[in-house]
């Protein structure tokens, strides 16, 4: 039987750009560069993840999910990473069945990041 994912509650933002800002002294630029480092970099990432899932390859997966995770607090991420902890725990625990089940929920985390973050950063 698989576990349920803790999903993070509306309280947690989809990305949290004024941490970001604060972080980056309000530097826009340095947030734009951010941005497309994460654009460019975390979609071979999620590949890696989904492929890994598909193949019950749990320690693929725990590797690239982590990854994903850091990646996540760097920028801002902060429900993406959540879920990306909790699924590294199961797959790092061996629960693939548990992984699998949730997989859409990263999935829908993951695509709701892709929709902001192109956004965040860019001169208003």
Same mark, same amino acid.
């Given at each position: 039987?698989?576990?349920?994912?803790? %999903?993070?509650?509306?309280? #947690? $933002?989809?990305?949290?750009?004024?941490?970001l800002?604060?972080?980056?002294?309000? *530097? @826009? !630029?340095i947030?734009?560069?951010?941005?497309? %480092?994460?654009?460019e970099? #975390? $979609?071979p990432?999620?590949?890696?993840?989904?492929?890994?899932?598909?193949?019950a *390859? @749990? !320690?693929?997966?725990?590797?690239?999910?982590?990854?994903?995770?850091?990646?996540?607090?760097?920028?801002?991420?902060?429900?993406?990473?959540?879920?990306?902890?909790?699924?590294?725990?199961?797959?790092?625990?061996?629960?693939?069945?548990?992984?699998?089940?949730?997989?859409?929920?990263?999935t829908?985390?993951?695509?709701?990041?892709?929709?902001?973050?192109?956004?965040?950063?860019?001169?208003?």
């Amino acid at each position: 039987m698989s576990k349920e994912l803790a %999903l993070p509650g509306p309280d #947690v $933002p989809i990305i949290d750009e004024t941490r970001l800002l604060e972080e980056f002294g309000g *530097d @826009q !630029e340095i947030l734009n560069e951010l941005r497309d %480092l994460f654009l460019e970099h #975390v $979609p071979p990432l999620y590949t890696d993840i989904e492929q890994a899932c598909q193949s019950a *390859d @749990q !320690e693929a997966f725990a590797v690239s999910v982590h990854s994903l995770k850091g990646a996540c607090a760097t920028y801002g991420a902060p429900r993406l990473a959540m879920v990306c902890k909790e699924m590294e725990a199961w797959a790092r625990g061996g629960d693939m069945e548990s992984v699998k089940a949730a997989f859409e929920h990263l999935t829908s985390e993951y695509n709701a990041v892709f929709d902001q973050i192109k956004g965040v950063g860019a001169e208003v």
